[in-house]
């Protein structure tokens, strides 16, 4: 017996329900903003319904789904050469609260998440997708080098490099990651200690 269109639209919705959030997340993450990420997690989700009838479940699902997001994202950023803003920070707008400690704290924890997002985005495409999928989404080695269709040592390497350039990237902002400076020590010598 042939399935009809609506019994795929609620076998879809209800392998696609769990991930929905997940998805867009990795499509913010690569993509850098929410429009872009809207566009692309729009996209690959249609692309995912489309070939629906051709998921033979040789991977899990969301390995076969993670892969066509990915794919649909690296293809966006490949084809606008991308040149993302780096002001979020600024957009994000901060409003301050009674106590100064705890305004300090939260300021400099928001700056540097934010500083985090911006060297993401300074990766190249490759080096991000796996940055997003195995550090910021948590997929095992395996299901990440599945999604993007290459070995499990390359992928292990090019997080390797990555994680690398993320952390040079990071020590270029020397005042929220200089390193051998504690956070939070700027008006403490350390001989007080």
Request: proline share 3%.
């Given at each position: 017996?042939?399935?009809t269109?609506?019994?795929?639209?609620?076998?879809?919705?209800?392998?696609?329900a769990?991930?929905e959030r997940?998805v867009?997340?990795?499509?913010?993450?690569?993509?850098?903003n929410?429009q872009d990420?809207?566009?692309?997690?729009?996209?690959?989700?249609l692309?995912?319904?489309?070939?629906?009838?051709?998921?033979?479940?040789?991977?899990s699902?969301?390995t076969w789904?993670?892969?066509?997001?990915?794919?649909?994202?690296?293809?966006?950023?490949?084809?606008r050469?991308?040149q993302?803003?780096?002001d979020?920070?600024a957009?994000?707008?901060?409003?301050?609260?009674?106590?100064?400690?705890?305004?300090y704290?939260?300021?400099?924890?928001?700056?540097?998440?934010?500083?985090?997002?911006?060297?993401?985005?300074?990766?190249?495409?490759?080096?991000?997708a796996?940055?997003?999928?195995?550090?910021?989404?948590?997929?095992?080695?395996l299901?990440?080098?599945?999604?993007?269709?290459?070995p499990?040592?390359?992928?292990?390497?090019?997080?390797?490099?990555a994680?690398?350039?993320?952390?040079?990237?990071?020590?270029?902002?020397?005042?929220?990651?200089?390193?051998?400076?504690?956070?939070?020590?700027?008006?403490?010598?350390?001989?007080?200690?």
């Open positions: 017996m042939r399935e269109q609506a019994d795929k639209a609620l076998r879809f919705e209800r392998l696609v769990p991930l997940q867009y997340f990795t499509c913010l993450q690569l993509m850098g929410p990420a809207e566009d692309c997690a729009q996209e690959g989700l692309k995912a319904f489309r070939k629906l009838d051709s998921f033979r479940g040789r991977s699902f969301s789904l993670y892969t066509l997001v990915t794919r649909t994202c690296l293809d966006a950023l490949r084809a050469r991308e993302l803003s780096l979020e920070l957009e994000a707008g901060y409003q301050v609260p009674d106590d100064k400690a705890e305004v704290l939260r300021l400099e924890a928001q700056e540097r998440k934010a500083a985090l997002r911006r060297a993401i985005q300074r990766l190249p495409a490759e080096f991000r796996v940055v997003v999928l195995v550090d910021l989404q948590g997929l095992p080695y299901q990440s080098a599945q999604v993007l269709g290459i499990e040592g390359t992928l292990k390497s090019r997080l390797s490099r994680r690398a350039q993320l952390y040079k990237i990071l020590l270029e902002d020397g005042e929220l990651f200089d390193e051998g400076k504690r956070p939070n020590d700027e008006r403490r010598d350390r001989h007080e200690l």
